[in-house]
T-cell receptor
């Protein structure tokens, strides 16, 4: 069990640029989740995948955000035309095939938009 | 809409004191409830979970939580805290549809 990995760990970008983050889940986990966390708040659910299917998407996920999991393994989260309000920690988690199973979290990608 | 409230933002205790952190959820359907902990510099990790059965659940490191359906609560307890319990604690509710909602967290500081 190598855990959930995320890359990059830190990203600084200028407003208006596009950014893409990658998440590699634990290999036998079918579910993959994306969250956003800002200072003083808990993780906010963005979206989740069951294998390659995106099954739930938060209203927080505006049309500038898109997530993919093309082969049911790693996932990418892209933010287009970044805004300063997008500055946050972006967390990825994975789990087995049921809500009864715990989510294993990655270390997160810290995005700073200047 | 589903929501999770954690009443205490910051709790400071001395070692050996008892701990209770409040968590209330708001959701009309079936929920699964979790407590996660984040130690300084580490990832979020599971402390304990409830999805059915005995409403008193026990987790790692001597933590337990009680699900009280009538009060929509899932409070975390530990009879005697240690300095190593200093961390941030998050309560979370998952629906069967897969969406999860976290509370804003409680920072626990245990003084040696």
């Amino acid at each position: 069990d190598t855990g959930v990995s995320q890359n990059p760990r830190h990203k600084i970008t200028k407003r208006g640029q596009n950014v893409t983050f990658r998440c590699d889940p634990i290999s036998e986990h079918n579910r993959l989740y994306w969250y956003r966390q800002t200072l003083g708040q808990g993780p906010e659910f963005l979206t989740y995948f069951q294998n390659e299917a995106q099954l739930e998407k938060s209203r927080l996920l505006s049309d500038r955000f898109s997530a993919e999991r093309p082969k049911g393994s790693f996932s990418t989260l892209e933010i287009q035309r970044t805004e300063q309000g997008d500055s946050a920690m972006y967390l990825c988690a994975s789990s087995r095939d049921s809500v009864a199973y715990e989510q294993y979290f990655g270390p997160g990608t810290r995005l700073t938009v200047t | 809409a589903q929501s999770v409230s954690q009443h205490n933002h910051h709790v400071i205790l001395s070692e050996a004191a008892s701990l209770e952190l409040g968590c209330n959820y708001s959701y009309g359907g079936t929920v699964n409830l979790f407590w996660y902990v984040q130690y300084p510099g580490q990832h979020l990790q599971l402390l304990l979970k409830y999805f059915s059965g005995d409403p008193l659940v026990k987790g790692i490191k001597g933590f337990e939580a009680e699900f009280i359906k009538s009060k929509f609560s899932f409070n975390l307890r530990k009879p005697s805290v240690q300095w190593s319990d200093t961390a941030e604690y998050f309560c979370a509710a998952y629906t069967n549809a897969g969406k999860s909602t976290f509370g804003d967290g409680t920072t626990l500081t245990v003084k040696p």
